[in-house]
């Protein structure tokens, strides 16, 4: 698949997300033949927004094989994996968004398209979450307390819903956020279309003057050698003519996808 056309599809299914067509959009988006990490994880989102865990956790899969250091990747993993009770891939989900975060407190994915920061305390707090799920609510409270420690009051402040056996409930990106493509690219795009129609206008005006030039020329030799009148709205072609000049534009055309009609 030509990369225009992806780009296209790949436009379209973020237009169809934010307008909640999440159906919409996943049709776009599965005639991709080739996806790349950020589609994925935008089928992902979309697959979440329709209830459809097992669907969305299949695309994160995919996601993150294709890019296996995608933090946000991992992180958005973890929330699913929870809702499937799927604890212990949760959990190390988790520690491996971690280890992809490499010591940042944040990773803002603005220049990949996505409008979202993926903040450290994010990420242990649904360590924290995985480990009230299991029963071990001690852990838990070490995790959260470990951010607070780091300089994330949000971490300190899950830690409080802990200490009252209140499993707080998992973070994910939001539905809204997802992964763009560039708008200089798909404003080239947009420019390319563009110019491509007005080549093929000024190619169908180009073949209606050729045929209509012929058409006159014959329709003055007629009248010389005959000495009749032929009515002037009328289109004469001869055959032999017709064919031999007919088939070298009709090639030419049909590589244009486009059907011409000679009266």
């Known amino acids: ?152 009051p949000e971490a300190a402040l899950d830690s409080i819903e802990v200490s009252r056996r209140e499993p707080p409930p998992p973070l994910t990106v939001p539905e809204s956020l997802v992964f763009r493509p560039r708008k200089q690219e798909v404003e080239q795009l947009q420019k390319k279309d563009f110019l491509g129609k007005a080549k093929v206008k000024s190619l169908l005006l180009s073949l209606y003057s050729s045929f209509a030039c012929q058409s006159l020329f014959f329709h003055e030799s007629v009248n010389r050698r005959t000495n009749r009148m032929i009515p002037t709205n009328l289109v004469v072609i001869p055959t032999v003519y017709y064919y031999y000049y007919g088939t070298h534009v009709r090639k030419q055309v049909m590589d244009l996808n486009i059907t011409v009609s000679v009266l």
């Open 1 to 152: 698949m030509l990369y225009a056309e992806l780009l296209k599809l790949w436009d379209e299914s973020v237009q169809a997300m934010d307008s909640r067509d999440w159906q919409g959009a996943l049709e776009k988006l599965q005639q991709i033949q080739e996806p790349t990490s950020r589609i994925l994880f935008n089928a992902a989102t979309a697959h979440l927004a329709l209830g459809h865990l097992d669907m969305a956790l299949k695309c994160l899969d995919l996601t993150i094989s294709k890019d296996e250091h995608l933090a946000v990747g991992f992180f958005q993993r973890a929330a699913v994996n929870m809702q499937l009770e799927r604890l212990e891939d949760a959990l190390s989900d988790c520690i491996w968004a971690q280890k992809h975060m490499r010591k940042n407190t944040v990773i803002d994915y603005k220049q990949l398209g996505l409008r979202f920061k993926l903040y450290s305390w994010q990420v242990l707090h649904n360590a924290a979450a995985a480990y009230c799920r299991m029963g071990q609510w001690e852990q838990a409270t070490e995790v959260l307390l470990q951010g607070g420690g780091a300089g994330h």
